[in-house]
């Protein structure tokens, strides 16, 4: 198992102080310090009936400056379409960048056990 060095802020999920992490699960300080501030993940997407990505708007509540949600506490109960990343589900998502931080870190975890 490989680890995968990250930045934790006490509290919040802002990057400061160095972590090692294996196994960070979802809705943890560690899973939230992985996130690189992209905001890509809060666009609304839009694609056609052969699931091509046609479209992408960003969602109401993302600071495009800052990449951090504005709700994020509550982003599920404010925003129903809002996608829970997850060990399980990211690595399916197309539109989310090879950068993203959920994205390397899993990749790593993959080619580490390969």
């Known amino acids: 198992m490989s680890k995968v060095k990250v930045t934790l802020m006490e509290g919040t999920a802002k990057p ?3 972590s ?4 960070p699960r979802p809705d943890t300080l560690e899973w939230d310090a992985l996130c690189k501030r992209c905001g890509k993940c809060c666009f609304d997407k839009l694609v056609d009936e052969e699931d091509t990505l046609i479209a992408m ?6 600071d495009q400056e800052t990449g951090l949600c504005l709700v994020y506490e509550n982003r599920f109960e404010v925003c129903p379409d809002c996608i829970k ?12 960048p090879d950068d993203c931080g959920y994205i ?5 975890r993959e080619d580490a056990t390969e």
Do not use: G, M
Request: proline share 7%.
């Open 20 to 23: 090692t992490v294996t196994d």
């Open 104 to 108: 390397v870190h899993f990749r790593l």
């Open 85 to 96: 990343l997850t060990p399980e589900n990211l690595l399916t998502f197309d539109w989310l």
């Open 16 to 18: 400061v102080k160095h």
């Open 57 to 62: 708007t960003p969602c109401e509540h993302l």
